[in-house]
């Protein structure tokens, strides 16, 4: 029977069991650094060398916009740590979501999510060809591209199937080398910052408020991955202890990297020429350094920064699905776990991003592809909505341990802060991303109605 009692914190914790299954040499719980590196990882992928030119238009009340953001995606860590201190599962807002509302609120959590990760994945590997081209030569010919596409795809997949250690070790490594040239931008910049390059504060005909909105709308995206370490939670090492602070730590570090990077590449390269950039990064490297070089240079930080984070949205991928397949809500093979990692969920990720990523390169550049990973947009954010819903419903109904009034209304506020960014982050998704969004919901409980009419027959047998 669903219970929605609070764990004990006497209890066993339920992470424990998890790791029992299959430990081995290959199977390593994630230290604090390495959660840390698997948030920031996931929040940081390619679009962040993007950004700059895309906000410029606005002028730097952008940066105001950014801000906001900060301190919604901040909430947003800071109820996930709560959650998964009440609950370390591997799962999180799936695992937050069931144990408040049900069997069904969790399902659509992790069948929303999942869905995410693979659409993600392979709008990754796309991408990221973009930036391989710029080294080497594959864009010339589509089928060339589509196995570059493939490649990036599958080597990530082949670290998750080597094991969770090897899965850290990648996600160290290039959390690493992704943010050192991205840092050397954000503080070389400092010394080659000139204010007149920055142009007007608001560039735009909106009023103050309007451009907030409107900046922010292209920026509110560039914080999903906040919940990787709450997801992870069964592999993080003292999960009620580290996930709040992996989740918190990361977040802020991609904090910093934004918006100090934005600022340095607003400080370096003129506001005229930023807004018609189309690799500001590079532009901005190439204003500091001279020479031509910044276009190779902030191409191969790119390429290992969307590795990086292929390779932790496909660990990702298989987590929630294995949490409810533990739970009788999505087949019983993705309960299947070795060295650590939820191996089918793993393979069918890759399965399904490599033929959507065979699509795009079929189909050519626009049609389905882009409106799934718009959609993507949208069903990133329904876990996000359930998970602080069942954070605000334990402080109500007092499922919690005691604390004392300061804590419990700090709580709440920080409850109410994360819901209300997880809502405008469903509005900056658009009509038409919602709409189809829901569709494929509504797909999801016929898948739901099947899994839960096994379960029952299961269980009266």
Not at 29 to 55: D, H, Q, R, Y
Not at 71 to 84: E, W
Not at 88 to 96: D, F, I, L, N, Q
Not at 420 to 431: I, Q
Request: charged share 10%; glycine share 10%.
């Amino acid at each position: 029977m669903h219970d929605t009692g609070t764990v004990s914190p006497s209890a066993p914790a339920p992470h424990q069991e998890e790791r029992l299954q299959d430990d081995g040499k290959h199977a390593r719980s994630f230290s604090l650094p390495v959660a840390t590196c698997l948030v920031m990882g996931n929040i940081i992928g390619g679009g962040i060398f993007l950004l700059p030119a895309s906000v410029a238009p606005f002028g730097t009340i952008s940066l105001v916009a950014f801000a906001v953001l900060t301190a919604g995606a901040i909430a947003l860590a800071l109820v996930f740590g709560r959650l998964a201190r009440r609950d370390p599962r591997t799962g999180g807002p799936y695992v937050y979501a069931r144990e408040a509302f049900g069997d069904f609120a969790g399902f659509l959590a992790a069948w929303s999510y999942w869905i995410t990760t693979w659409v993600s994945n392979a709008a990754l590997a796309v991408a990221a060809v973009g930036y391989l081209d710029v080294l080497i030569p594959v864009a010339d010919h589509k089928w060339t591209a589509c196995l570059a596409a493939l490649t990036l795809q599958l080597l990530p997949a082949l670290a998750n199937f080597a094991g969770t250690r090897y899965v850290g070790a990648v996600q160290l490594v290039a959390t690493v080398l992704k943010f050192l040239p991205l840092l050397l931008v954000a503080i070389g910049g400092l010394f080659f910052f000139d204010s007149a390059n920055l142009g007007p504060f608001q560039a735009s005909d909106d009023s103050p408020v309007g451009a907030v909105s409107a900046s922010a709308a292209i920026l509110l995206f560039s914080y999903l991955g906040v919940e990787s370490a709450a997801v992870s939670a069964g592999e993080v090492r003292d999960p009620r202890r580290n996930v709040g602070r992996a989740t918190v730590l990361g977040t802020l570090g991609a904090a910093v990297v934004y918006l100090l990077g934005t600022l340095a590449v607003f400080g370096t390269v003129a506001h005229d020429k930023l807004v018609a950039s189309t690799a500001p990064f590079s532009d901005a490297v190439n204003a500091m350094f001279g020479g031509s070089w910044g276009g190779t240079a902030v191409a191969l930080a790119a390429l290992v920064s969307m590795v990086g984070a292929l390779n932790g949205w496909t660990l990702l991928s298989a987590q929630t699905p294995y949490a409810a397949a533990r739970d009788g809500l999505f087949p019983a093979a993705f309960a299947k776990k070795r060295r650590g990692v939820p191996v089918v969920g793993v393979l069918v990720t890759v399965v399904l991003a490599s033929l959507l990523t065979v699509y795009n390169y079929t189909a050519g550049s626009s049609g389905v592809f882009e409106v799934l990973v718009l959609v993507t947009t949208f069903t990133a954010t329904v876990p996000y909505l359930l998970a602080t819903a069942a954070q605000i419903y334990f402080l109500i109904s007092g499922q919690r341990e005691r604390v004392d009034r300061g804590r419990l209304v700090r709580d709440s506020v920080l409850a109410a802060l994360a819901f209300g960014f997880s809502m405008w982050l469903v509005a900056g998704a658009g009509y038409a991303a919602v709409y189809q969004g829901v569709l494929f919901l509504f797909v999801g409980v016929l898948v739901y109605a099947w899994m839960a009419a096994r379960k029952q027959r299961t269980a009266t047998q």
